[in-house]
């Protein structure tokens, strides 16, 4: 048995989280969260996250005027994690059938890729945030 490349095992984890993530939005639809956001729960005042788990609960659901309607900036979030479920899906996938066809210089041009595209989502977020 080999032993999987450092960089599959963590695609597998992430594509786990977002799996679980993406059911955990599905199951709870979409006025039926168990969490309430910390933040407003502190200020009293919506955070600029707030509505995310309602929007990517209607976003499972293939709602997505609706999703949209409950926080405009989830609408990158869910296209960014859908896309990594997606890449890690399949970066395992093609390690499990085929190890070699991952190129070396794959994963460094991967990871500029998500870190570029992370920070293109959140930066809306964060220049909106205020408490």
């Not at 999703?67 to 296209?79: A, H, Q």
């Not at 190890?99 to 977020?125: A, H, T």
Request: hydrophobic share 50%; with cysteine; glycine share 6%.
């Amino acid at each position: 048995m080999r032993k999987a490349p450092s960089y599959v095992i963590i695609s597998l984890v992430f594509f786990i989280l977002i799996g679980v993530g993406f059911a955990y939005s599905y199951f709870f639809y979409p006025n039926d969260h168990p969490l309430d956001c910390a933040i407003k729960a502190a200020t009293g005042k919506d955070c600029p996250s707030c509505g995310f788990s309602r929007a990517f609960s209607n976003y499972t659901h293939f709602q997505f005027k609706e999703g949209r309607d409950f926080n405009n900036l989830s609408w990158p979030f869910f296209l960014f994690f859908s896309f990594q479920f997606v890449l890690r899906g399949v970066i395992v996938l093609i390690y499990l059938l085929k190890p070699k066809l991952i190129p070396p210089g794959f994963v460094k041009i991967e990871l500029v890729i998500s870190v570029l595209l992370f920070l293109s989502v959140v930066l809306p977020l964060v220049l909106t945030f205020k408490i």
